[in-house]
Structures are given as C-alpha cells and as structure tokens.
C-alpha cells in the first residue's frame, strides 16, 4: 500500500512522512476518526514507507515522497505478508475456529477481506466475513498474548517489526493488563500502530500510553474524484453520492454497491415510523418480531439509519433543506416526517434510538427490545400531534 494509492489524507500524509525524515517516530500511535477515513490504509502505507528499501523522494515539492513498490519490502507489504508486519483485530468462535480465537487463525480472511474491499472497510462486514453469526467480535487475552510472544523476537528482515491492531476499542478490558508494558516499552525499533474509532471506549491505560493522531473526514471533493475514476460514474451522480456520504468513503463505496441494503433501510423505516405515527399497535407487534430475525448487525445499521433520519429531520427543519443528504422518495419521507420528528422532540427520538443501539450491542432480545422501543415512539408522536394542534 503507497500513499499514493490513498483517496484524499494529503495533510496527514505529510505529517506521518516527516516524523520519518525528522527520526522521531513514536513507538506507539493511535490514529482514530470517524469510519470511512482510510486510517488502516494510512497504516499500512506508513508501515511500508518505513521499511521501504528506496524510498522515493520526486523534484517536484506538490508530490510527496512514498515508497517504491517494487524493492522486496514493498512488494510482501503489498501482498500484505511481510514477516515483520503483524495485525491484531476482533475475532470471535465461528464454524472454523470453535474455541479458543485468535488473529492469526483468521489471516487468510484477513488479507481476503482487505483486498476485496479495497482497504474499504468496518467491523459489521468483518463480523460477516468470518461468519460470526451475530457474535461480537473482541481483542480477547489470547491475542495480546501473541502480540508479546511476537514481539520477543527481532525483526526477521527489515528496519522495524510493525504490529497493527485495528479497532483497538473493542480490546477486552481484562486482557488489556497483559500489553501495558510492552506498549510503553517495547523491543527497539518496534512500532505499534493502533486504529480506532471511538477514543471514549478504548481503556484508559492504553490511550495514554500512545501519541495520538487524529485522521479527519475525507472532502467530498476527494471523495467524489475518486467515484467518478473508480466506479466511471458520472460528475454529477458521484457529487451527490459524495455529498451524501459526508466524508465517509467506506459509506460512499458502499453507496455505488449497494442499493439494495440501503432501500432496504429506508422502507423498513419508513413503514415502521409510519406505524407508530398512526398507533397501529397490532402492526407494530408484527413489525418488531421481523426485526428480531433480521440479525444483530442488520439491527444496529437500521437503528444507525434511524439517527440519521433525525440529524436529516433537524435540518430540515432549520431550513437548510440543501445540506440534507437525501433525495427521491427518502427526500420525500423527510421532509413528511419532520413535521412530528421536530426541535420539541430531536433529542428524545435520539436517546430513544442511541438507547435501543446500546442494549442490542449488549446483546438485549430484540423482540421485546423493539416492541418498547416502538410503543416509546408512538407517545413522542402522540404528544407531536398534540403540540401541533396547539
């Protein structure tokens, strides 16, 4: 992976490529920031500039420096099987490992599912690949004992022996001890690289123990050259893609792939809001038991949509329908249903859905889960109506 191979990041490119060329490379970085930003690919680009074996420096100061691609560092950190390249990542008991997880019983997934989203990627479709069957995925004890088992030996072949354990924040608060020590000391000429997107949920103990680098959203400019090269879609589709994707590429991709999933999304909504608008209490006995078959990680993307039909609804409603990330039927739908989903009840709407993502990643029984969470949404519409009439 070369920077140039990066969408966008041309500030943070600069700044990972001086620390080199100043000497003063932290043993231990924490890039975090929102999902889509390409942070693992910064990674990995930044690990294969390190231990590139000629690097390359051009004349021209508007492009910036990378590595060859070519020497045979760079060609196995293409491949992504450098012997001094290690990655840690959540894993759980699936039908091929059923006790007993660890990261590198899944690397062959691994470098498969980075290749075959191109370095695009979330722990949803992670959790799909390996098929965790709704499990959550964790960085358990037995991984950061590898890590120190891994790390007590020198680097078979280059400069540094890279270790990159990507959303750290899912590291079991148990295990987390086992690390500390190598974290703050580790062998010379080791470099740990931890990805996150929620620093509040990452251990104390860790975080501090880190030089954090924060990895900002991509520009929607970048986003949208990068559609229109890519995918050939036209200026147009790929500025509206990009607009509404608000700097997450992955979100972008996914977009341009698939429709289906997102249709799904907006019609399940749409037609459960409009159930507990209008009180249809047998309906929505219905409606909660075929969420509750549609899998956890369905589950959270639906209540995520949900959130962001509220952001969209408080915009609209303060007349700035033009930032609003929608169009087509679901423009439509917003615009409806702003009208009961308004300033007097955003945040009870929000905490109700941020509620209901919280226990289903805790594992609550969704039948009951959403059967409340609905009946919730009928008094806020309810008193909606009430408030409307006034």
Known sequence: MKFSSITGQTAIKRKLIQTIADQRVSHAQLFFGPEGNEKLALAIAYAQFINC????????????????????????????????????YPVTTTKKVKTKPKSILYIE???????????HVNLHEWHEHIGSENKQGIINAEDCNEIIHTLSYKSYESEYKVM????VERLFHSAAPKILKILEEPPEKTLFILIAEDTEQIISTIRSRTLQIKVPKISL????????????????????????????????????QRVGED??????????????????IIKLVGIAGELS???????????SYALTIVQECST??????????AEGEELKFIRNISVFINPSNFDAFAELFNTALFHIERNAYPQVLFMDLSLQAVKLFQEARKNIRR
């Not at 997934?109 to 370095?119: A, G, I, V």
């Not at 990068?226 to 992955?250: C, D, W």
Request: charged fraction near 25%; hydrophobic fraction near 35%.
């Open 293 to 303: 078959k549609i899998g956890r990680e369905n589950q959270k993307n639906l209540l």
């Open 221 to 256: 400019e970048d986003i949208q050259f990068y559609l229109e090269s890519k995918f050939g879609i036209n200026e147009r589709e790929a500025g509206i893609i990009a607009r509404q994707s608000g700097g997450n590429l992955k979100l972008a991709v996914h977009k341009v």
């Open 109 to 119: 997934e691994w470098r498969d599912f980075l290749f075959k989203n191109d370095f």
């Open 164 to 167: 990159i354990i990507w959303m």
């Open 53 to 88: 074996e000629n690097r390359q420096f051009p004349d021209d100061p508007h492009l910036l420096p990378d590595s060859c691609g070519v020497c045979g560092s760079c060609v196995k950190y293409e491949k992504l099987v450098h012997p001094d390249l290690h990655f840690i």
């Open 316 to 325: 609209a409603c303060l007349n700035h329908e033009e930032l609003i990330r």
């Open 263 to 280: 249709q799904f999304n907006f019609t399940t909504f749409r037609n459960w809001m409009l159930a507990c608008h209008r009180n249809e």
